[in-house]
């Protein structure tokens, strides 16, 4: 049976042609597992759903920051979106090309903004007055012109957790309209920046088109504003927010965005750029992990596991449905045999908090000790959050291209814990 794009059979899962459960055994786990293919297949359907306008797909770096995964998109041409110093690094090690990286964030150091301004990245998506001052003044030091875009607040409601809702008027990201019309108006007057784009990004995991096409509409008329206002504005940034699927197939196509956005950009002269992160790796990876203990406390069934929040604190962080499913389990996913011996279950982790789970009162089949369990749709701000909570070194990272595997990240050691930490020598 295929399952989000990884296929259940003969007692195990298939990410391409690789059995997770050899993933398991030479790697260990918890282990976080990607596909490349699947990466892939999904920045190719937006660059052709995206193909009839020219469009730059930066690919937001926070979602899934590791190196390799960097360098596969950037092999297939695309940009970078990154939100601090270590991300644009992270960009160019992957061999990214400064003039597709796009940085953004509300709180970009004097340190950062040099190093970006050195590097001759594409512009600063600038989410405040006084953050322009500070880019407009070291670039004037150094004699050159930053190119930049407006973020702007386009007041929209994308309907998604309030904890990844960036467009609306009260959250922290963007500048109101009035603001950023002030701050075209008086774009002259500043000898360090040149105002080329536009930016909105309203927040993510977004299923309907319909608020990224009622931003788009507002970007548009900003951006002409900003025209009228002296501005070379060329760009149009609509972010990221493309969802995917966690529970079934909720996710919308490339097309059905590219359907609602295109007709309103052909013909405009505006160059698109979109900051897709989710969408492209989200449903590309999975975390595995290993069933420790199964305890049953009264009607109450803890399938205790291997991997915590520290390792994939989406459910803790944003109460996120993951599908998990035992893949060593003689029953198949959704079928009647597997739904007429499965119980209500409590998948969670060894991590001394209560917000430490993965699912909830799941219907799951009988699991044993030692089962592999796996948590799909892990790709997207699953180990870029992963922490050292409670002293544990974080997962390894696995890449799968046909029936091979790379290992694009070694577990951390407990040496790795400690490493930079010094004991204090004597106290006086
Ligand atoms: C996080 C972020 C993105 C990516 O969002 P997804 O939902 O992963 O597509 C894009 N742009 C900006 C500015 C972001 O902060």
Known sequence: MKYLHYDLRDRDLFCGEVPVSRIAEKVGTPVYVYSREIIEKHLTRLMDAFSTVETLICYSVKSLSNLAVCQVLREMGAGFDVVSGGELFRALQAGGHPKKIVFAGVGKSPEEIEFALDRRILMFNVESEAELKVIDLIAAQKNLVADIALRINPDVDPKTHRYITTGKRESKFGIDLVTAKRLAAEMGNR??????????????????????????????????????????????????????????????????????????????????????????????????????????SGDKRFIIVDAGMNDLIRPSLYSAHHEVWPIDSEFEKGSPEAEAVSTPADVVGPICETGDFFALDRMLPPVKEGALICVFSAGAYGMVMASNYNSRPRPAEVMVSGDYYDVIRSRETWDDLIRGERKIARWD
């Open 191 to 296: 000898a360090g920046v040149r105002l080329v784009g536009v930016h909105a990004h309203i927040g993510s995991q977004i299923t309907d088109v319909e608020p990224h096409r009622a931003a788009l509409e507002k970007v548009m008329a900003f951006a002409e504003c900003c025209r009228e206002l002296g501005n070379p504005v060329e760009y149009i940034n609509l972010g990221g927010g493309f969802g995917i699927h966690y529970q079934g197939y909720e996710g919308l196509p490339a097309s059905d965005y590219a359907e609602a956005l295109l007709p309103a950009l052909a013909g405009s002269g505006y160059k698109l750029i979109i900051e897709p992160g989710r969408f492209i790796v989200g449903n590309a990876g999975l975390l595995l992990t290993r069933v420790l203990y199964v305890k049953e």
